[in-house]
């Protein structure tokens, strides 16, 4: 570890798992029965997933071909990437599934 520094690709959301009903009714948001996933409780401003128009109780279920059924499971494959690669992400608004291109950025 030579002192360098760790970079990790930065989507600019916090999350909770779709299983997490006490916290998640903390934000108002509600899910149908049975939904998992990492749901989005909060975009920063002019983050990558801001930029991809992610937002607030968005549940992101896959990125590229990988299926997210929690928050370390997402973190678990976004981290395979690097920051300014391009990941499909795939999430539930509503009862309708998006797809989106979002560029990482980059975390330190």
């Known amino acids: 570890r030579n ?3 760790i970079t ?10 779709a299983t997490d009903f006490y916290n998640l009714s903390r934000y108002k ?8 996933g990492a ?3 909060e975009v920063q401003e002019k983050s990558p997933a801001s930029n991809a ?9 896959k990125i590229d071909d990988y299926e997210v059924k929690s928050v370390s ?10 920051p300014g690669e391009t990941v499909k992400v795939k999430v539930m608004r ?6 989106f291109d979002v560029k990482l950025g980059q975390s330190e």
């Open 8 to 17: 990790r690709p930065f989507l600019g959301v916090a999350m909770l798992d």
């Open 39 to 41: 749901v989005v409780i």
């Open 53 to 61: 128009k992610l937002k607030m109780g968005d549940v992101i279920t």
């Open 94 to 99: 509503g009862s309708k599934s998006k797809d």
């Open 29 to 36: 948001i509600t899910l149908p029965e049975g939904t998992e």
């Open 3 to 5: 002192g360098g520094k």
């Open 73 to 82: 499971q997402l973190k678990y494959y976004l981290y395979k990437h690097e």
